[in-house]
């Protein structure tokens, strides 16, 4: 059994994408926080999915700051269980 399986998942909302390249542009950025892991983004949806790197919490902020690096915003963040 892998330990991602007991990770928290995150699922964020996330405005002004467009494009295949946002969705890139937003994956590598989740990556380089090195506190994601599983990352899935759906244009259609505008959303990102991940599960948090076991001991590794990412903050509200720390995606925030990514998702705006990539040149989007996150509007909303939530923690699934």
Known sequence: MSFSAFAIKVEVDVNGMSCGMCVEHITRELKATQKAENITV?????????????????TDAEIKSAIKKAGYEASKIRRLQ
């Open 42 to 58: 759906s244009l259609e949806e505008k959303k990102a999915r991940f599960s948090e790197i076991k001991d590794k919490k990412i």
